[in-house]
């Protein structure tokens, strides 16, 4: 694996409470292969990927366990300094708004010349030489003029792809990408999504991808991590999980897709909210939402199940949801 998270723990203390964020998380991901990881607002996906980056807000955020194993190395026991240089060069992150994420008074082009004289020391004349080519791979039209243009200069999607840019510049092994078309209109979200996939597969990376939209994932993603309360319930082959979910919660979150085929069927929405992550229910955390609940879902946690080689389910009756 190239990486491999175990058992992540992470909690935010702040003034109301101790919030347990990250509940013992279990994931990982291979070269060239791109898991997706799905999940209600709150379930602890982008808090996972910020300590996977080494980006988390701390304090009030505090890893309070686990080990995240990248190219076999546990990232939690580096220096700072080694985990910044493996942060730069060997794995990136694109977030869902490249208008904060982007520097406004720098031009794009210096601003991915910059990866290239910071990293590896080029010159400008060669990191610009450089800038202009990765903008290319990333399908911005008119490279050469458009090198000196200043990030609001260009439309949502456009920006977005300088994002990715970035995040290729130094080819990394891993990519996490948070959401990174959600703000981006249909049709281009569909554009931008399909460009990153495209690289994702020609370079060979690992892709996390943490995203709220099914009809993506069918697309382009070989496994999906399905998280609920900071953790993991539920993860498989896509093809395994919409063939039959082995957990309660992906099935809800399955039958909440719209379909083209079902016209005028009320949209299945999973009942309630989720928990509050300074009071987790005990037992198994999704059990006052679960229409299959036994009096066990309500004193025990679910260890996570091992299906089959490829699969876990983090479900006391996945057997039945399976067949159900
Ligand atoms: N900076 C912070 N300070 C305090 N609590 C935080 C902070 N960041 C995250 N949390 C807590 O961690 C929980 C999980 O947050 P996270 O951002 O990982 O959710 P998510 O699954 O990415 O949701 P979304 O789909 O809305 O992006 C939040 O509900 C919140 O309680
Ligand atoms: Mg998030």
């Not at 694996?1 to 990250?22: I, N, P, S, W, Y």
């Not at 498989?236 to 992906?250: E, L, M, N, Q, S």
């Not at 066990?296 to 399976?322: G, I, K, M, N, Y």
């Amino acid at each position: 694996m190239l990486l491999e998270v175990r058992d992540l723990h992470v909690e935010f203390r702040t003034r109301d409470g101790v919030a347990k964020a990250v509940n013992g998380v279990n994931y990982g991901v291979d070269a060239g292969e791109t898991l997706a990881v799905l999940g209600e607002s709150g379930s602890g996906k982008s808090v996972t990927a910020q300590a996977v980056m080494g980006i988390l807000d701390m304090p009030p955020g505090k890893i309070t366990g686990g080990e995240i194993l990248f190219q076999g190395k546990d990232l939690l026991k580096l220096k700072e300094e080694e985990r910044r240089k493996v942060r730069g060069a060997e794995m990136a992150m694109i977030f869902q708004d490249a208008l904060s994420s982007l520097n406004p008074v720098l031009s794009v082009g210096d601003q991915l010349g910059e990866m290239f004289t910071v990293h590896r020391g080029m010159s400008r004349k060669d990191a610009r030489t450089k800038a202009i080519e990765l903008m290319d791979r990333v399908r911005i039209p008119a490279a050469k003029e458009r090198v000196r243009q200043f990030p609001h200069q260009f439309s949502g999607g456009m920006r977005q792809r300088i994002m990715i840019a970035m995040a290729l510049a130094l080819e990394p092994a891993l990519i996490i990408a948070d959401e990174p078309t959600t703000a981006l209109d249909v049709t281009v979200q569909a554009q931008v999504m399909d460009l990153l996939a495209e690289l994702q597969r020609e370079l060979r990376m690992g892709l996390i991808l943490i995203t709220h939209d099914l009809g993506v994932v069918a697309d382009v993603a070989d496994r999906i991590a399905v998280m609920y309360a900071g953790r993991i319930v539920e993860q498989a082959p896509v093809h395994d999980i919409y063939k039959a979910p082995a957990h309660p919660y992906t099935k809800g979150l399955l039958e909440s897709i719209p379909r083209l085929d079902q016209k005028g069927q009320e949209l299945y929405a999973i009942k309630g909210l989720p928990p509050n992550l300074m009071n987790i229910p005990p037992g198994c955390a999704f059990n006052p939402r679960c229409p299959m609940a036994q009096d066990v879902c309500r004193t025990d946690v679910p260890p996570l199940h091992e299906v089959d080689d490829q699969r876990v389910s983090a479900c006391h009756f996945w057997r039945e949801c399976l067949n159900g």
